[in-house]
């Protein structure tokens, strides 16, 4: 017979009653049974419903609030909300960069998903997508001339092309990706300044396949962007290996 003594169990991780409140909640959302826009019921019917005071059930909602899945009402009453992207994305980018991800880790899905958003973008864009597109370009050259960096304005039309490939599953991958891989491009502009140059001709020409509705050489200018950014940080002789910084920048995500 086996030796009882010698037996190892693992110890049980009981969830507390709050949490257990905000994942049948969770669950309800999921599964459509709670559809955006609907009311939960109030703080009282729900602590009778489950069975727990109402303290344990506010502090379950204050979970889904941060959550972004609901929001006060102007009545104040809760009802169910769509996560907006800069509720998961700032989340998502604090995940990566805890887990001390490397600029090569982030530049090899970025070869992977903004070709990709370019090919889409140029199926999908509307005319206000490819006016966006414009002004950013136009504001990207005021940039140059004046001596200024324009990383934050590639970010800036990194995301207005995921943008416009109108899909979400793509968009909202992307963008903690490209927001990751910002001070990336901050620090690259002042040791090589050529990059910003390179920087705008790829983005006209994107922008001109996208207009053209091009898919194949919007894709190959967009891969070439972005394999001349990972070119320009060993030029300028930055380590590819080593964990990216958390970003200030607040924005949308790009490259």
Same mark, same amino acid.
């Given at each position: 017979?086996?030796?009882?003594?010698?037996?190892?169990?693992?110890?049980?991780? /009981?969830?507390?009653?709050?949490?257990?409140?905000?994942?049948?909640?969770?669950?309800?959302?999921?599964?459509?049974?709670?559809?955006?826009?609907?009311?939960?019921?109030?703080?009282?019917?729900?602590?009778?419903?489950?069975? /727990?005071?109402?303290?344990?059930?506010?502090?379950?909602?204050?979970?889904?609030?941060?959550?972004?899945?609901?929001? &006060?009402?102007?009545?104040?009453?809760? /009802?169910?909300?769509?996560?907006?992207?800069?509720?998961?994305?700032?989340?998502?980018?604090?995940?990566?960069? #805890?887990?001390?991800?490397? $600029?090569?880790?982030?530049?090899?899905?970025?070869?992977?998903?903004?070709?990709?958003?370019?090919?889409?973008?140029?199926?999908?864009?509307?005319?206000?997508?490819?006016?966006?597109?414009?002004?950013?370009?136009?504001?990207?050259?005021?940039?140059?001339?004046?001596?200024?960096?324009?990383?934050?304005?590639?970010?800036?039309?990194?995301?207005?092309?995921?943008?416009?490939?109108?899909?979400?599953?793509?968009?909202?991958?992307?963008?903690?990706?490209?927001?990751?891989?910002?001070?990336?491009?901050?620090?690259?502009?002042?040791? #090589?300044?050529?990059?910003?140059?390179?920087?705008?001709?790829?983005?006209?020409?994107?922008?001109?396949?996208? &207009?053209?509705?091009?898919?194949?050489?919007? $894709?190959?200018?967009?891969?070439?962007? /972005?394999?001349?950014?990972?070119?320009?940080?060993?030029?300028?002789?930055?380590?590819?290996?080593?964990?990216?910084?958390?970003?200030?920048?607040?924005?949308?995500?790009?490259?």
């Amino acid at each position: 017979m086996p030796d009882t003594d010698q037996l190892h169990l693992p110890k049980l991780q /009981v969830r507390s009653a709050y949490e257990l409140v905000c994942r049948e909640l969770e669950k309800r959302i999921l599964d459509g049974t709670l559809r955006m826009g609907d009311r939960l019921p109030t703080e009282t019917e729900l602590a009778e419903r489950f069975g /727990v005071n109402r303290s344990t059930v506010r502090e379950g909602i204050r979970r889904l609030e941060s959550e972004g899945l609901v929001k &006060r009402s102007t009545g104040r009453r809760l /009802v169910v909300s769509l996560p907006r992207h800069s509720d998961l994305t700032p989340r998502t980018t604090r995940a990566l960069a #805890l887990h001390r991800v490397t $600029f090569r880790e982030l530049w090899e899905v970025a070869m992977v998903m903004e070709p990709l958003a370019a090919r889409l973008a140029a199926a999908n864009a509307t005319a206000p997508d490819l006016a966006a597109m414009e002004r950013n370009l136009r504001e990207t050259e005021e940039a140059l001339r004046n001596g200024l960096s324009p990383a934050q304005l590639d970010v800036e039309f990194q995301a207005l092309v995921a943008r416009s490939a109108k899909n979400q599953a793509l968009e909202l991958s992307r963008e903690p990706i490209g927001l990751l891989l910002y001070p990336a491009f901050e620090a690259l502009i002042p040791l #090589l300044p050529q990059a910003g140059e390179r920087l705008l001709r790829a983005h006209r020409e994107i922008h001109r396949a996208i &207009r053209l509705r091009d898919g194949d050489t919007a $894709f190959t200018w967009m891969h070439k962007h /972005v394999a001349d950014f990972r070119r320009g940080y060993e030029l300028a002789g930055l380590p590819l290996d080593a964990p990216v910084d958390m970003p200030e920048y607040r924005g949308a995500g790009g490259v």
